[in-house]
């Protein structure tokens, strides 16, 4: 399984509650997305920095995202959809800014 994960930023002049609102707009438009095996997106609710290892102090973020491939072969489908290139320019409306983590196995 490929599992992309992203740091999701609201743009500076949307307020939290619009921005939760796309969030969800966007989850739901996520189950029309061809290839695309499963799209969660989660609100930040707290960023604690009373760390036991030293504090990586990075964002603050607004949401977390991911994104589930069966495969590279999926993967490829995905990139190539209509539906995926619609639901990337609603991306576009409500995300400020994006880091995204490819992610793999530990076994
Ligand atoms: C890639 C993505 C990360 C996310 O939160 O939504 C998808 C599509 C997009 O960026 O619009």
């Not at 969660?40 to 030293?54: A, F, I, Q």
């Amino acid at each position: 399984m490929i599992r992309i994960v992203y740091l999701l930023v609201r743009p500076e002049h949307m307020s939290p509650e619009k921005f939760a609102e796309e969030c969800r707009v966007h989850y739901d438009m996520s189950h029309d997305v061809p290839a695309l095996y499963k799209y969660e997106v989660r609100l930040v609710d707290r960023e604690p920095k009373d760390t036991h290892v030293p504090y990586l102090g990075v964002g603050p973020f607004d949401a977390v995202a991911e994104c589930w491939f069966e495969s590279e072969e999926k993967y490829q489908e995905y990139l190539k959809s209509s539906v995926r290139k619609q639901w990337f320019e609603h991306g576009k409306s409500f995300i400020g800014k994006l880091k995204p983590i490819i992610t793999r196995d530990v076994h």
